[in-house]
Structures are given as C-alpha cells and as structure tokens.
C-alpha cells in the first residue's frame, strides 16, 4: 500500500534520472538499517521514500550506499540533493539522526 502510494505521489517518474519506470521501486532514501528500529517512523516516512527507476536504484544500492558507509557523505549528499527537486526529502534532523547511527555503527565495527 505505500509503495502504491510513492508510486502515484512521483508518477511513477524515477526521482533521480526523471525517466518515467512504471516497473521501478520505491527505495528508501535513507537506508534502514541507520533507523534504531523498525517501528521508527521516520524510516518509512514518505519524505524517505522515493521512486527510483531499476537502474537509479541499482546505483544507490551498489554506489551510493556503499559510498554512504565509507563515510563519503559528500556522494551522499550530491544523490539526496539530486531528488530533492523532484519530490520530498528526510529533513535535516532526521538525516542528522541517521549520519549519528552510522557513526555510532562505524565505531562499534572498529571496536
């Protein structure tokens, strides 16, 4: 039901390239994994979900998120400003909330 409803709030237009992908995915712009728990509503808050077409979204899988864990925010950065003209985005609070996450998960790995 909310991917259904992502998919008609960005008319099925991927939020990255702005090719329209009626085969596409809604992907969450902040990855779950940096939400303390599933019941957290910010993680499916549908400013942190976007509409991505199969190749944005293998991008953001395979480039962005990886980029993302490295602590390479700037790459971040450049993707959340990219689809940020097209639709809603996670405040900067929440992406604040997240990047504090994924320093406390850095640390614990390196510990």
Known sequence: LLCRKI???DSSICRH?????AGGQT???LPRRLFENRRDPERDDPANLAWLCAFC??????IVEPALYRAD??????????????GPVPSI????????RLVEMRRAANA
């Open 73 to 86: 925010y700037l790459t971040f950065y450049r993707f959340l400003s990219r689809v940020a003209h097209s």
């Open 93 to 100: 609070e929440v992406v604040g909330r997240a990047l504090g």
């Open 17 to 21: 390239c702005g090719h329209e992908d």
């Open 7 to 9: 998919r008609e709030r």
């Open 27 to 29: 992907d969450h712009l």
């Open 57 to 62: 979204h293998g991008i953001k899988t395979s």
